[in-house]
Every structure is written in C-alpha cells, then in structure tokens.
C-alpha cells in the first residue's frame, strides 16, 4: 500500500507521461494530420518533422553546453566569458581526429571512431581547462571574467592562423557520422536519440557530483572564500576541478556538434556563443539544473521561431518603414533578458539560494527547505 | 604541550601588530587572549590560521601527536593538522541550510570518492550518512539540531555563533580557535555559551579564545595571556591577571600624580 502509494503519486505519473513522450517524440506519426484554428489550419507534421527535429537536437546540445557552463557561475560563482573556447576544442579535436584518422589503418583508426573520441575530447577539455585554469583561477571576479573572454579568443586566432592543421577559415569539411557497428547516424531521428542519451548521462554526472564533497566545496567557495579555506578545502584546487569538469563537457557538446553537422569552421565559436549560453542559464536561473535546460529551451525555441516569423514581419511593415528585421533576433534576445531583470531577476526556476539573494528573507523558502529537507535526505 | 608559539611577530609597515609574542598552549586547557582594542590579538589569530604570513618567528603544533612546523602554512593545510576557528564577524555560508554548513566542515576529514559519487556506490553512501550523522551530532551538541534545515542566513545572531561553532567542531580539531564567541549576546547566551566551551574542553578539545566579556573570561579559563600593543605584557591565572597592575594599567590607562 506504502509502495503503491509512492509510485503512484500523480507527480511521477507525469514524469513517466513525459518521458514516454520524450523517447517517442520523432516515431510519433502526425504525417497527415490538421488541425483547424479560426480559418487557419495547421498541419501537425510540423511537430516533429526533420527541420523540427533538426532545432530540438540543437536545443539539447544546447541544453547539454548549458550544464557544463553552469559549474563554473552557478555552482562556484566565477563569471566564465570563455566556455566556447572549450566547445571549439572539443569541436575541433573531433573533426580533425575523424578527418585524418578515420580512414588509417587498424589500431589508428580507432581513434578516428566516435566513442573513442568522446571521451579523448572530454580530456582534452579538462586539460585546457586545467592549462587556463591553474594559473589565473587566483583571480577574482571581472579579471577573472576578462582572462576567459581572452583565451575563447585565442582559441579561434589559433584556429584561424594555423591552416596546416585545422584548414583555417575555410573549415573542416567531410567529417564523416558517428556508427555503431555498421549502423550510421544519417538521420536527424538517430541524432535526436544519441543526443538525449548524452544530455541524460551529463545530467545525472553534474547531479551527483553536486550532491558529493567536491560540490559542497564549490557551494563553499561560492559562499565564502575564507570560511572555505577555514575548514580546509583547498580554493584553487577545487576551482580547477571545477574548470576542468565545466570545459570537459563543453568539448563533449563540441565533439557532437562536429560529428553532427560534419563541418566545422572558426566563425562557429565566436564570442557570441559564449554570451548566448551564458544568457540561457541566468533567464533559467543560475545553479539550478531545472532552470538551465529551461533556459537553454527558450533561447534556442525563441531564435528559431524568429528566425521564421521575423521576414514576415518585415513584409508586414514594409508600407510603414522600409527596414531590415531579420538582423534584429539579438535585440529580442536583449530585450527578454531587460525584461527578465527587472521583472524576475532570479530567473525562471531559481535555485533557494538565488532567490534568497534577490529577495532576502522570504518566509516562503523557509517553509519550502524545511517540508523537502528530510524527504532529500531520506534517500 | 599542544601549541607552541617563539617569538611571533607581524608587521604592518612601521606598525608592529604582533611584536615578539611567545607562548605555550597545553593540551585540554582553556586560554583566553585578552587585550584592549588594536593589541593585535586577531592579527595573532590569522598568523595561527594562515590568513596572514607572519614577519618572523615559528608557531609549532603537536596536534597528531608530533611536533609539526605550521608557520606560513595555507589556511587549509592548517586546519587539516588540526587547528579550526571562528571568525569575529560570523562566516557562514548564507544560503545553504544549517546542517550543509557543517556538512562542509567534515570536507577535510572525508576522502574524496569521484568514482562512487558517480556511481553511488554502497560505500559512498555509508560514507555520506555518515557525515550527516556526524553533522548532525554537531548540532545537536551545540544545541540546535532543530534548525538543520533552515538557512544559516535565517538564524538569529547567537544561534549564527553557535552554528559556526558546530562547523568548527566537525573538523574534529585539536585546537579550537573562538573569535570572540560572545561578542553581541545577552547574558542568558552567555551564560549557555560558558557551559558549551566547558563541554568542548571535556571531550578533549583545547580551547584558545579572544574574548571582551571579563566575566566570561574570568570565570572559564585557565589561564590568561595579556596583549597590549603588539606585545604580551602579562601571562597567568584569572586571580594573578585580575591583580597585575600592568593589565590594570593597560585597561585603564596610567595613574597620574598630581
């Protein structure tokens, strides 16, 4: 009855319903059908057809970079300018190994393989971000912020300049799709899955490494250095395994995106990137993993759905004002996330503590913390 | 002996904050660092901790048991050899629940498991229970188990001092450093804070504290070390300290003959 009673409960009811949908989203068969609304009328393809399929991959790509991202502000409150540098990386270190090791001979080939590269990208990151990190992670706040913004930026001049090794602007091209066995991911359908099993494994990796001793050392620092440093945890060592595992799984997200899209070229890991997934976790809420994938969600929904409505309504302006809208997505971005601060600035699913930041002592985070407390811990 | 100190000095510029300051600790005592405001006895606590690097002189501890040079050593490694502290202006951290402050003080004495986080693995789970069971312990012992789930910002003022006192003691250390523990309390705090620092000592913790309450001060300690501008000007029991004319002098200020 006990049992019955628990698994039962309306709300995982509705997480089975929604992860139901989420493993039959691209099979679920709409092909045909209509929907009316006052005169218009929808085709329901659209749901779940290969562009659609194509932007909800992207989402949780970006969904998956967000969490990475989220370690080094949410988790150890350092502002972080340079997460791309990471993502290009990982980027890079997959096309180049697929490119020039795919076709070699046997125990090289390996490497050209896509679960081989996985977790050598993941290396590569942790070491850059180590290389970065173990030197300037004494730094506090914006010069901390700037040296990040300086390496993304050296990462793309490297990339640029040396054209021995990575093609410079013109890209790496030809890289082939990730297989298992003799099955080849050509579909967006077989991206869709490949990426949802990565974004659940991160998921739960970023969790649980949250819950243990190295996230109650992050959560420390974030608090209070000198406090940290009181009960003996060493600050620049767990900064650094902190940087390490943030730029770890930016060059995973990196080493998909090459495979994916099988192509790469500098122009895809400006700065701009950067911003942008910086964005996705303060609209979600910083430090909270709820808020991240909402935010990465709505960002990447909302340049999308621009993207498409935003020639019409240039065409719809055009009696009025002849200008340019299409150009114009980045002052939407910029006016949400105005809105977002002075409306919300916690965010849309704040962790407690960043709504206790931003609006000390509300008696309704007291009760919340009290009623779960013994519910998280009894597990 | 438990702590050692040769020597000590730290200087500012021209401003000798610590000035050639020596004394010894015993292991189980309970001694008080008093002085008047500016004698430099927080400066000598961050030396201890490693928050400041002194100009000269050695500290040795012999908390596990050999004679161990901790001069110049980060704050960390201090407090893994056995030295924990409370601040004089409350350190917490705000936004994490009570019971999760202390649960950071046990970080030096738990191993890092990456692998078993990952993989909640039996042995990390033991391992976590028993550091919420250790924590918990903590609290309970400082008395106040029933706030484990509210945010330390939340608690009142003394109820801060006590949770910080309850991250302290998880670190298990030999020595235990109170920066004016029952600075802002009211006497009934005072009073219950009298008998906590007692019940530390009876579980073998050697207590070191800067106080300004003289009452409390005389009535717990075993013995009393006097600075007074960067130097120590008077060292003994609270009967021999209350009667020394330099400490009188010292608070007071000199007798002037007309």
């Known amino acids: ?379 | 002996m438990l702590l050692q100190i040769n020597n000590l000095k730290k200087y500012f510029g021209g401003l000798k904050a610590v000035d050639d300051v020596s004394f010894n600790i015993k292991r189980g005592e309970i001694v008080s660092l008093i002085g008047p405001n500016g004698a430099g006895k927080t400066t000598l606590f961050n030396c201890l901790t490693g928050v400041i690097k002194p100009t000269g002189g050695d500290i040795y501890f012999h908390g596990s048991g050999k004679k161990m040079k901790v001069t110049g050593y980060r704050p960390d490694k201090i407090a893994k050899a056995g030295i924990a502290r409370t601040f004089q202006n409350i350190r917490l951290f705000p936004n994490l629940c009570a019971v999760d402050n202390v649960k950071i003080g046990r970080h030096a004495k738990t191993k890092t498991h990456f692998f078993g986080a990952i993989f909640l693995t039996k042995r990390y789970k033991d391992l976590e229970r028993q550091i919420l069971e250790n924590s918990m312990h903590a609290l309970k012992f400082v008395g106040i188990p029933h706030k484990a789930a509210q945010l330390a910002s939340n608690l009142p003022y003394g109820e801060q001092k006590l949770l910080e006192i309850a991250r302290a003691l998880a670190v298990e250390p030999a020595l235990l450093l109170l920066d004016e523990p029952a600075a802002g309390m009211n006497p009934q705090e005072t009073n219950q804070l009298m008998r906590l620092i007692n019940k530390i000592r009876e579980t073998g913790v050697t207590v070191l504290l800067i106080e300004h309450d003289m009452r409390l001060v005389m009535k717990i300690s075993d013995r009393i070390i006097v600075l007074n501008y960067g130097r120590k000007i008077a060292q003994g029991e609270p009967g021999e300290i209350k009667e020394s004319p330099e400490v009188i002098q010292a608070y007071l200020g000199e007798v002037q003959h007309v």
């Open chain 1, 1 to 379: 009855m006990e049992l019955k009673r628990k698994f039962l409960s309306n709300k995982n009811i509705l997480l089975a319903l929604f992860a139901l949908i989420v493993l039959a989203y691209p099979y679920i068969p709409l092909e045909g059908y209509y929907v009316s609304l006052g005169g218009w009328s929808f085709h329901m393809g659209i749901i779940n057809n290969n562009y659609t399929l194509h932007v909800v991959v992207l989402i949780m790509l970006y969904m998956l970079l967000s969490m990475g991202l989220n370690i080094i502000p949410g988790y150890t409150g350092l502002l972080d300018l340079g997460f791309v540098g990471f993502y290009g990386i990982g980027a890079y270190t997959s096309a180049l190994l697929t490119v020039n090791l795919a076709a070699a001979a046997f125990p090289l080939s390996l490497l050209g393989n896509f679960w081989v590269i996985l977790p050598l990208a993941a290396l590569n990151g942790a070491l850059f971000g180590v290389l970065l990190g173990a030197p300037t992670l004494r730094l506090t706040g914006d010069y901390f912020a700037i040296v990040t913004f300086g390496f993304s930026e050296l990462v793309i001049l490297i990339v640029l300049n040396e054209s021995w090794l990575t093609n410079g602007p013109i890209g790496v091209r030809g890289i082939a799709a990730p297989a298992i066995g003799d099955y080849v991911f050509t579909s967006e359908r077989a991206f869709y899955y490949l990426i949802l099993f990565m974004l659940i494994l991160v998921i739960i990796f970023i969790k649980r490494i949250a819950n243990s001793k190295i996230g109650r050392a992050w959560f420390a620092i974030r608090e209070n250095e000198i406090a940290a440093e009181a009960v003996g945890i060493n600050i620049i060592k767990y900064k650094v395994v902190a940087f390490a595992i943030s730029a770890s799984i930016g060059a995973v997200g990196g080493a998909f995106f090459a495979r994916w899209m099988r192509f790469v070229s500098p122009d895809m890991f400006k700065f701009w990137e950067s911003v942008l997934i910086l964005c996705m976790i303060i609209l979600g809420g910083l430090g909270s993993i709820k808020g991240v994938l909402a935010g990465a969600f709505i960002m990447t929904a909302l340049a999308e759905i621009l993207r498409a409505v935003l020639p019409y309504a240039e065409e719809l302006i055009r009696p009025v004002a002849n200008v340019e809208l299409v150009g114009a997505r980045y002052a939407v971005f910029g006016i949400v996330l105005i809105i977002m601060m002075r409306f919300k600035p916690e965010g849309l699913f704040p962790e407690t503590r960043v709504i206790a930041e931003m609006h000390p002592s509300t008696d309704a985070i007291l009760d919340a913390q009290t009623d779960t407390f013994w519910d998280k811990r009894r597990t």
